[in-house]
């Protein structure tokens, strides 16, 4: 039960960083002119896996389980991936860059593409795996200390 409501609570926040990452792009190209690189992508998967722990931790009030933290961690990354494609590919066909963007995918080939992906996969795998613990640890020790406050 409690692995729904997370996975779907990470979509959801995984969704909204990718929206407001690409708005902070778009503000700052415009406003200041400057572009931000592609690794900050990682934000993506960095912002929902620390929601997602928080959310563990703060329902169910411990530290996720080492091979329940993996498997969300896989859960995550193919969840990130569906949705910022999705995005992306409704993004490029609004803005007329659907092309260009297949024509990229077909030059690179697709064992080179197959080598990106899987080194994309294992980067995104471990952030998720860490930001996920890491987020349930936080609320546990805000918990701790709250509780701490409220003894006389």
């Known amino acids: 039960m409690h692995t729904t409501y997370l996975l779907k ?30 690794a900050l992508g990682i934000v993506t998967a960095i ?4 929601d997602a722990g928080q959310t563990y931790g703060r329902r169910w009030e411990k530290r996720p389980e080492n091979l329940y933290a993996w498997r969300m961690a896989a859960a995550f990354v193919a969840l990130n991936f569906a949705a910022g494609l999705v995005l992306v590919l409704l993004t490029l066909s609004v803005t007329g860059g659907l ?17 990106i992906m899987l080194v994309i996969f294992a980067i995104y795998l471990a952030a998720s795996r860490y930001f996920f613990g ?19």
Request: proline share 3%; with cysteine.
């Open 9 to 38: 609570r990470y979509l959801c926040v995984a969704i909204l960083t990718m929206i407001g990452l690409a708005a902070l792009r778009l503000a700052l190209e415009l406003v200041v002119d400057v572009q931000i690189g592609s």
């Open 99 to 115: 092309g260009a963007f297949f024509d990229i995918v077909v030059s690179l080939g697709s064992l080179a593409m197959l080598g």
């Open 47 to 50: 912002v929902p896996a620390l």
């Open 134 to 152: 890491y987020g349930a640890k936080l609320a546990l020790k805000v918990a701790q200390e709250e509780a701490g406050k409220n003894q006389p």
